[in-house]
Antibody, heavy 124, light 107 residues
């Protein structure tokens, strides 16, 4: 079965760089049509889509955060890494990674498996 | 960015009720629309993808409809385990934006 788990620091200081790792099992990120995305959720607020990397290394970013985000994959390790620079207290949130796939023939993507999330607090 | 607007932002309902949640896109997204359920402290769970396709294992009391800019999630015969927050998401273009959420509470 497919599982994903986020790991990284729980506390970062303002201006620091956050590095989060999504370690997954049950699928390969070299399989056509597959992707892994990052989504965050500030406490008590809505979900926010951040970035997504596809099996062919196509990378998509939220335009509002693009200058601060980098997403990479290590297919051999079954990991996807998200880095976010210049962290600010408003970036305090639970960060999720999720498996992305699409319906057959139409490429309408959706997140069908999610990690448990990791809460990152930005504070000095 | 495509803006996704959900309404209402919250609602109160009773077990057995039929509940309808609406999601409106700021431009046409065809049927690139997904619905998720989230319970407190948990990750979102996929309910419906491609506007109307029920994800495997999801009870048939959940249904989705719509295309273009207007979409609906309907829960018929609301059950105690359905009290949660529901989000729509468009995957027509980047960023794949989510709606603001609809919290379904017990009346």
């Amino acid at each position: 079965q497919i599982t994903l788990k986020e790991s990284g620091p729980t506390l970062v200081k303002p201006t620091q760089t956050l590095t989060l790792t999504c370690t997954f099992s049950g699928f390969s990120l070299s399989t056509s049509g597959v992707g892994v995305g990052w989504i965050r959720q500030p406490p008590g607020k809505a979900l926010e889509w951040l970035a997504l990397i596809y099996w062919d290394d196509d990378k998509r970013y939220s335009p509002s955060l693009k200058s601060r985000l980098t997403i990479t994959k290590d297919t051999s390790k079954n990991q996807v890494v998200l880095t976010m620079t210049n962290m600010d207290p408003v970036d305090t949130a639970t960060y999720y990674c999720a498996h992305a796939t699409h319906d057959y023939g139409n490429y309408r993507y959706y997140f069908d498996y999610w990690g448990q999330g990791t809460l990152v607090t930005v504070s000095s | 960015d495509i803006q996704m607007t959900q309404s209402p932002s919250s609602l109160s309902a009773s077990v057995g009720d039929r509940v309808t949640i609406t999601c409106r896109a700021s431009q046409s997204i065809s049927s690139y629309l997904n619905w998720y359920q989230q319970k407190p402290g948990k990750a979102p769970k996929l309910l419906i993808y491609a506007a109307s396709t029920l994800q495997g294992g999801v009870p048939s009391r959940f249904s989705g409809s719509g295309s273009g800019t207007d979409f609906t999630l309907t829960i018929s015969n609301l059950q105690p385990e359905d009290f949660a927050t529901y989000y729509c998401q468009q995957t027509y273009s980047t960023p794949q934006t989510f709606g603001g959420g609809t919290k379904v509470e017990i009346e």
